[in-house]
């Protein structure tokens, strides 16, 4: 008798994490996980050293200095805040309370690819609905809304095409659910899109929806693995009910509370982020390489086909440099770059220019 799993179990797909090295060369750009070029603010580095010395205590099991501190810097009421291992781990959370099996999760054609695999580990099934040019349309993931329908999964902005829905589109999507289905609006991005609040205030007036956040980006924490979810407060008690109580180390939590402590850091970040985007952009628009406008820290830079993509990649790996092939979020002829700092976005676009010389 061989072992077996639970029935959907191998439906889930592996993720795809981004490669960190290039054999053969030391100084590698990474520009294939949107990661922060300045790291985390230094505040947080200190939080670290100062958490190491009390790793011999157990956690806090409420997280509520970190809820505190997060309410306090985005102006959200703390009882709202769940904080997880990332926001994939609040993603679960959602989709784990509110759907199993035989319930359907309605993501996007181009929907950050977590979504699918966070669906069927709920033992539930993903329901993939089209996007018009990039960019998600509310009226298809209404049209595609059934009875079985218990969350949509939304990442505005969104990865990897760094498109946005306009906020009024964003309402009239939230406010046309039926109120059995919760929306789940992913911000992993939204510091980086200006004058947005990432879904706040459609948190604050409707009782489904759901706004999840990551330190993971503009923070810079992506190795400490921390998000949090802002919601009503019955869905944030349903959610706490199946997190594990100690699902934050001190080192995270203390890391994240100096983190959102630190006002300046969002600003000085999303500034230099803002001023290096428009540049390769510009640049790989120069270069006749096709890309949206992007509101978060990366772009997607579509070439003529699959083919044209992955010499594109070689050919940045040749100089060291690591972007991210996006043919499993639909694009083959697709390469997601991370924006680097001023230095970085150089050593890039004179990598791309290389490569387009050689084409003549
Ligand atoms: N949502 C989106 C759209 C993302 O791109 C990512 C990270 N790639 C996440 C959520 C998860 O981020 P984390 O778990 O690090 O918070």
């Known amino acids: 008798m061989s072992l077996t799993p639970q029935a959907g ?46 790793v011999h205590r157990y956690p806090s099991t409420d997280h509520a200095e970190l809820r505190a501190a997060i309410g306090q810097s985005y102006g959200l009421a703390p009882e709202q805040i769940i904080c997880g291992v990332g926001s994939d781990e609040v993603l679960q959370f959602v989709c784990q309370a509110y759907a199993g099996v035989g319930d359907e999760i309605i993501y996007t054609e181009h929907g950050f690819s977590m979504y699918p695999i966070l669906a069927h580990m709920a033992g539930a099934t993903p329901v993939q609905v089209a996007e018009a040019e990039r960019v998600v349309s509310v009226d298809t993931i209404l049209a595609a809304v059934t009875e079985r329908t218990r969350v949509v999964m939304l990442a505005n902005p969104a990865n990897p095409t760094g498109t946005m829905l306009p ?12 109120a059995t289905v919760i ?8 510091e980086y899109a200006e004058g947005y609040d990432g879904g706040a205030s459609l948190v604050v007036e409707l009782p489904n929806v759901l706004m999840t956040r990551t330190f993971s980006k503009v923070y810079g924490l992506g190795g400490l693995r921390i998000g ?22 001190t080192v995270q939590l203390q890391a994240a509370q100096a983190a959102v402590e630190d ?5 000085t970040c999303t500034v230099l ?23 978060a820290n990366f772009v997607l830079a579509r070439f003529a086909d699959e083919a044209e993509a992955a010499a594109v990649d070689l050919a940045l790996q040749g100089e060291g440099i ?13 390469l997601r770059m991370t924006v680097g700092n001023e230095a970085q976005t150089g050593r890039l676009i004179a990598a791309l220019t290389n490569w387009r010389e050689t084409q003549a």
């Not at 929306?183 to 939204?190: F, N, Q, S």
């Open 9 to 54: 179990i191998m439906n889930i797909a592996l993720y795809e994490g981004g490669k960190s090295s290039i054999a053969g060369h030391s100084d590698v750009l990474k520009l294939s996980s949107n990661e922060n070029p300045l790291g985390p603010p230094p505040a947080a580095m200190a939080a670290i050293a100062q958490a190491a010395s009390e």
């Open 167 to 178: 906020d009024g589109e964003l309402e009239r999507l939230a406010r046309s659910l039926p």
């Open 183 to 190: 929306l789940v609006i992913d911000g992993a991005y939204a």
């Open 228 to 249: 949090w979810g802002y919601g009503p407060r019955e869905m944030i008690d349903v959610m706490t009910r199946i997190r594990q109580p100690f699902n934050l180390s």
């Open 263 to 267: 006002m300046d850091w969002v600003p």
């Open 273 to 295: 982020n803002a001023a290096q985007r428009a540049r390769l952009a510009g640049a790989l628009r120069q270069l006749g390489v096709a890309c949206d406008e992007s509101h």
């Open 322 to 334: 690591l972007v991210r092939r996006v043919a499993g979020y639909g694009f083959p002829e697709g």
